[in-house]
């Protein structure tokens, strides 16, 4: 359903201008310029994250990256380090809305910051106090109100939720919208958002990753669900099987082994088009590329699709 892109991985920390450790779990964003923008999470040298800001005119490569941080945490929000950002272009607010985790002494703690041109930033701060993360807020308010569906902790398993705001700052109480498993399930540790709800004719489609405790650890996959447009707390269909897990080697071997994580996508020209940009075992920057109208035809067709796609699927980035 999502084929890796022949020149995987597109980014690592060898192409960063200053000494990183590594470079993973990018925010996606495509400009009014066609111009792809990843807001790449960047651990430094001493274990802490950062935000660094990469273009590229084609999306796979000839990148342009930010010779120093693009964002960085304050000590109020994140005294060690900020990760793992998801892009929203807000109508409302005719500015980018950037969720992101700050790793603050209490636990992971949802943030948020505005911005018109990836230049310049207005920080809002910690919105979802710890433990709390993998947020992104909706490209439209419900209802009247903003949107944001994050995952709070609850226990030992984690859930997504969706909570409503009149002005980004005051949050009403968090409500269901997708629960881990139990047992054997791909998904039955934990479940969580990976890059922003896209909007569809059918209602918003829900990218989503799934843990599964193994005995060599945790494993991550994707997931899909469909969510009713105007009620995100409705769950119109849920995908049984995982369809992208970590298989190439730059996925199954790093500093967290077995992990695909996307945080960002964008649309191409034609917007049926998707590319998911994802990190690939805590170490380096991959690409997949796939169709929306084929993401909803598996789900809603209860993915009696999936026996006819190519087991390893490649973009060849041409």
Partial sequence: MLQRCRRNPILS???WPYPVHSVFNPGAIRLADSTTLLLCRV???RGFSHLCAARSHDGIGSWTIDSEPTLLGNPSEACWGIEDPRISYVQELSRYAITYTGFTKSGPAVCLALTEDFRKFESLGVIMPPDDKNAALLPRKINGQFAIIHTPATGTSADIWISYSPDLRNWDKPQ???KSREGGWWDAQRVGLSPPLIETASGWLMLYH????TGAGCLYRIGAALLAIDDPTRCLARSDSWLFGP???YER???VNNVVFPCGYTLGDDPDEIRIYYGAAD???GMAMGSIRNL???LQDGETRVSRQTAHGFYSGR
């Fill in 13 to 15: 920390p060898r192409d």
């Fill in 283 to 285: 170490s380096c920057i």
């Fill in 43 to 45: 651990e430094d040298r």
């Fill in 296 to 298: 909803l035809s598996w």
């Fill in 176 to 178: 269901l919208v997708l």
């Fill in 210 to 213: 799934g843990v599964r405790q």
């Fill in 253 to 255: 071997v790093g500093d």
């Fill in 247 to 249: 298989e190439a080697p």
